[in-house]
């Protein structure tokens, strides 16, 4: 069963950078059939992807977040990461990391970590 | 980026009737729709994919249709956990891939 699970720091200044770890027991990120990815939620509201990285450290993100996503692997601790810059309250959210196929008929999310909410304020 | 747009934002239902869910895409996104649970405090839990696939250990009251811009999710007879929120999300032009708003399913 694979397992998945967030941490990092809950509370972040605005104009800061957000940084979140997922780490995947279970599975491996070394896997060729899956794409790693972050998602996330403002309180009471719906889901957005974020973006996903591959075991080869190619990424793609959403285009709403522009430049400020960085997604990274660590293939050594089966690990990776989320970076997101200059962060403002509106990046108030619970982040979600998920697995993903690579293939276009397998592009859902069937594993989830439980989620980590990360508050954004001074 | 292709717009998914949930009905109704909100369906009362009494437990053991048939709850109907709907998901419309802006364009085409084929059979690339997958349907989520989430309750609260919770992850979203993968119900459906390829719009009619239940996953992994979904119980057969869960079937989901539809193809190109329409699609249903169906509950048949509501048991008390299936009060929830539903999510769907298509993977068929990404990126980005896309989230309905949701439709939270609550108890009549």
């Known amino acids: 069963q694979v397992q998945l699970q967030e941490s990092g720091p809950g509370l972040v200044k605005p104009s800061e950078t957000l940084s979140l770890t997922c780490t995947v027991s279970g599975g491996s990120v070394n896997s060729g059939s899956y794409y790693w990815s972050w998602i996330r939620q403002p309180p009471g509201k719906g889901l957005e992807w974020i973006g996903y990285i591959y075991y080869r450290g190619s990424t793609n993100h959403n285009p709403s977040l522009k430049s400020r996503v960085t997604i990274s692997v660590d293939t050594s601790q089966n690990q990776f990461s989320l970076k997101l810059s200059s962060v403002t309250a509106a990046d108030t959210a619970v982040y979600y990391c998920a697995r993903l196929g690579t293939n276009t008929w397998q592009m859902y999310f069937d594993y989830w970590g439980q989620g980590t909410l990360v508050t954004v304020s001074s | 980026e292709i717009v998914m747009t949930?009905?109704?934002?909100?369906?009362?239902?009494?437990?053991?009737?048939?709850?109907?869910?709907?998901?419309?895409?802006?364009?085409?996104?084929?059979?690339?729709?997958?349907?989520?649970?989430?309750?609260?405090?919770?992850?979203?839990?993968?119900?459906?994919?390829?719009?009619?696939?239940?996953?992994?250990?979904i119980p057969a009251r869960f079937s989901g249709s539809g193809s190109g811009t329409e699609f249903t999710l169906t509950i048949s007879s509501l048991q008390s956990e299936d009060f929830a929120v539903y999510y769907c999300q298509q993977y068929n032009n990404w990126p980005p891939y896309t989230f309905g708003q949701g439709t939270k399913l609550e108890i009549k």
């Open chain 2, 6 to 57: 949930q009905s109704p934002a909100t369906l009362s239902v009494s437990p053991g009737e048939r709850a109907t869910l709907s998901c419309r895409a802006s364009q085409s996104v084929t059979s690339n729709l997958a349907w989520y649970q989430q309750k609260p405090g919770q992850a979203p839990r993968l119900l459906i994919y390829g719009a009619s696939t239940r996953a992994t250990g």
